[in-house]
């Protein structure tokens, strides 16, 4: 079976790493061995050089920070490096994973305190503060809850908003759905802008076409105003980054991935995979997609 815990120990004991740190890697290493498990593997003497590429390419596709890969891939390394000294394993399958370079680049993930800055930058409460600000605080809570992408973001009806649930219904790329959890806490805002502002909007225009969100004549929100919306209250919030509606999305990821959350939860609620809409009613637990949401997305442990 995959054992992990002789490796734990070598890392308390013989590393001295901090508890922090320790913990990191286990959480590392358990979505390492989950993925192992799906794919039949049972024995770490078993993993060869393309299993764990394509567990590296899964984290990359998911749109990780490279710093989060980096530690991914080390944590992996210093796994099979054990194994091979300890002659657990004949051969070590990472020898040839290379760490992203990391640069000095401006990061594409936002830290979980910059994105609660920009969130709390909205504030309706503010003096001065626009009657648009409902809407914003909606936009930004929504895209971080739920990771989806600008156009699903835009394209979102009223009737595919299961608040009950707490479930969104989207069509991604090629038109696939897929329900998404979205929590209390953005449902929240979402509710609040309908009370403040949405129904003055919807009462412009006879195209509102069932959108959440509306522009200021009454019509479905567009990218460039998500765009323009992200960007103001990231300069708000006094962020000097470039920040674009898809960070939200990499930031929802890496949060979810930091926190422990199971690689392929997380894959299903960024629609990566390939799912018929059949398959997403039938064969994914949406509860279990719910919990995993709720136990680590942050905005969930306010």
Not at 46 to 58: L, P, Q
Not at 77 to 93: Q, R, T
Not at 126 to 151: N, P, Q
């Amino acid at each position: 079976m995959l054992h992990t815990e002789p490796f734990f120990r070598f890392l308390l004991l013989e590393k001295s790493l901090a508890v922090n740190t320790l913990e990191a890697y286990r959480r590392d290493i358990e979505r390492y061995k989950k993925f192992l498990e799906s794919l039949g593997i049972q024995y770490f003497s078993a993993v060869t050089d393309e299993h764990a590429a394509a567990y590296v390419h899964e984290l990359r596709s998911l749109g990780l920070a490279p710093r989060s890969v980096a530690r991914n891939i080390s944590a992996l390394k210093g796994l099979h490096k054990f194994l091979l000294g300890e002659k657990l394993s004949a051969a070590d399958p990472t020898q040839n994973l290379e760490l992203p370079k990391l640069g000095r680049h401006l990061p594409d993930v936002l830290s979980i305190e910059e994105m609660n800055e920009i969130l709390e930058a909205a504030n309706p409460m503010k003096e001065f503060a626009k009657k648009s600000v409902w809407r914003d605080r909606a936009v930004l809570e929504t895209l971080y809850a739920t990771g989806m992408r600008v156009s699903e973001l835009t394209g979102l009806k009223q009737s595919n908003i299961y608040a009950d649930q707490q479930l969104v219904r989207v069509f991604g790329k090629g038109s696939k759905e897929r329900l998404i959890p979205i929590g209390a806490y953005a449902l929240q805002w979402i509710d609040n802008y309908k009370q403040h502002l949405r129904n003055e909007l919807a009462a412009k225009s006879k195209k509102t076409n069932d959108a959440v969100f509306l522009n200021m004549r009454g019509t479905p929100i567009s990218r460039v105003s998500v765009w323009q919306i992200v960007t103001d209250y990231t300069r708000a919030a006094g962020i000097k980054k470039e920040i674009h509606p898809h960070i939200f999305r990499h930031s929802f990821a890496t949060h979810l991935l930091e926190g422990g959350a199971d690689l392929r939860a997380v894959q299903e609620m960024l629609g990566h995979a390939d799912i018929s809409t059949t398959q997403i009613y039938t064969h994914v637990d949406r509860e279990l997609l719910k919990a995993e949401h709720h136990k680590y997305h942050p905005r969930e442990q306010q």
